[in-house]
C-alpha cells in the first residue's frame, strides 16, 4: 500500500542527514552520518521507484564505506612534544584557535606562568593538540585540554592519558585533575576516564607499556 507522506519523511531525514553531514568538522563524522544518509536515499529511490536516484547513493554509499576502511586502518604516529610556557608558537597556537577554545572552556584565559607543563600532542607530526597543566603535590589542574579541528576522534586524548602515563609519572605527577567546560567537554573527560568527585573531574595516571606512538 502506497504512503506518500512516509515516502517524503524517508526522503527528508535523508536530506537532513546529507546536509547534517557538509557541518561536521571531523572528518569521519562527516562519512558516518554522509553514509547514512544515502542510505536513506537509497531506501527512498526504491519507494519511489527512481533508478538514477538509487545508482547515484549506492556509488556515494561506497565512496564513503571504502573511506571509512580506510580511516579505521590507519595506523597514525603519535608524539609528545614539550614547550617552555612562554613559547611564542604557543601563543599563537592559542591565539589562532581562540574563539574554538573559548567554546569549549568559555571562561579560560590565557596566562603563562613558569611552573606550568606544557605539552603538544603531535598527530604524524601535526600539533593536533595542546595540554596545559599546573603539576603541583603530585596532581595536576589541567588549566586547559584541546585538540584542534579534524583530530577531534579521541585519538589524540587516548595517546594522551593512556598511552602516556609514563611521561606524567616522570614529571611527578599521579593525578589529573579538570574543572568541566561545557557539556562537549565534560562527556569527553568520562570518555577518557575521568570521575567526577566533588565537583572535580580527576583521573588516576597508571602506568602503561608504550606501544611506539602508534594508534
Known amino acids: 500500500m502506497d504512503n506518500p507522506f512516509l515516502y517524503e ?3 527528508y531525514v535523508g536530506s537532513v542527514l546529507v546536509a547534517l553531514s557538509l557541518t561536521m568538522k571531523s572528518l569521519l563524522r562527516l562519512r558516518v552520518i554522509n553514509l547514512g544518509g544515502a542510505l536513506f536515499f537509497v531506501c527512498y529511490g ?3 521507484h527512481a533508478l538514477p536516484v538509487i545508482v547515484l547513493n549506492l556509488l556515494i554509499v561506497g565512496v564513503n564505506v571504502v573511506y571509512l576502511a580506510q ?14 610556557f612562554d613559547s611564542r608558537y604557543l601563543g599563537n597556537f592559542i591565539d589562532f584557535y581562540q574563539k574554538e577554545i573559548r567554546e569549549f572552556f568559555p571562561g579560560y584565559m590565557f596566562k603563562p606562568k613558569s611552573g606550568q607543563l606544557v ?3 603531535l598527530r604524524n607530526m601535526v600539533p593536533a593538540g595542546v595540554l596545559i597543566v599546573r603539576p603541583q ?16 576522534d579521541f585519538r589524540a586524548g587516548r595517546f ?3 598511552e602516556s602515563a609514563e611521561y606524567f609519572l616522570q614529571k611527578g605527577i599521579r593525578q589529573l585533575t579538570s574543572a568541566a567546560g561545557d557539556l562537549r567537554h565534560e562527556s569527553y573527560l568520562k570518555r577518557m576516564g575521568f570521575e ?3 565537583g572535580i573531574y580527576r583521573r588516576q595516571v597508571q602506568p602503561k607499556i608504550l606501544t611506539d606512538g602508534v594508534l
Open 9 to 11: 519523511l524517508v526522503g
Open 46 to 48: 526504491f519507494l519511489i
Open 71 to 84: 580511516m579505521w586502518k590507519q595506523k597514525d604516529y603519535f608524539k609528545l612534544m614539550e614547550v617552555n
Open 119 to 121: 605539552v603538544f600532542v
Open 137 to 152: 603535590g603530585g596532581q595536576a589542574e589541567i588549566f586547559l585540554d584541546f585538540v584542534i579541528p579534524g583530530y577531534r
Open 160 to 162: 594522551l592519558f593512556e
Open 196 to 198: 567526577l568527585n566533588q
